[in-house]
């Protein structure tokens, strides 16, 4: 029986002053201490909070810069893309221009014919 009152009395000397939930409310402690103590924990809280928010708003940046790099990037190739594919409309505009007609006729004409002797010759 001794043994087990001293094993409560080695627990009460460990534990003492921890609740469930934090630290119990002894008489050596003002309400004052105890509203300080609080605060404390709910400023580091805070901090920790707003440290996660610095660095989640630093990779939304990150990421909002390589999308504009990106987009100028399309936007560059589609400029290029343009003056190619206007140079190929122009060429599309001469071959079709009703003047060249008779040339395109003939031109058109010689392929085919050659086409018909290579598979004859192939075959």
Known sequence: ???????????????DGIEE?????SPSYTSHE??????????EGLQDRVLLLKRLTGDINEEVES???????????????????SGTMDRFKTVFDPKSRPKMFSLVALFVTIF????????
């Open 1 to 15: 029986m001794n043994a087990r009152r001293e094993l409560r009395n080695n627990r009460v000397a460990l534990f």
């Open 21 to 25: 939930g934090g630290v119990r409310a």
């Open 34 to 43: 105890i509203e300080e103590h609080d605060n404390e924990a709910a400023l």
């Open 67 to 85: 999308h504009n790099r990106m987009l100028d990037r399309m936007g560059n190739d589609m400029d290029s893309s343009r003056g190619v594919l």
């Open 116 to 123: 018909f002797i290579v598979y004859y010759l192939t075959r």
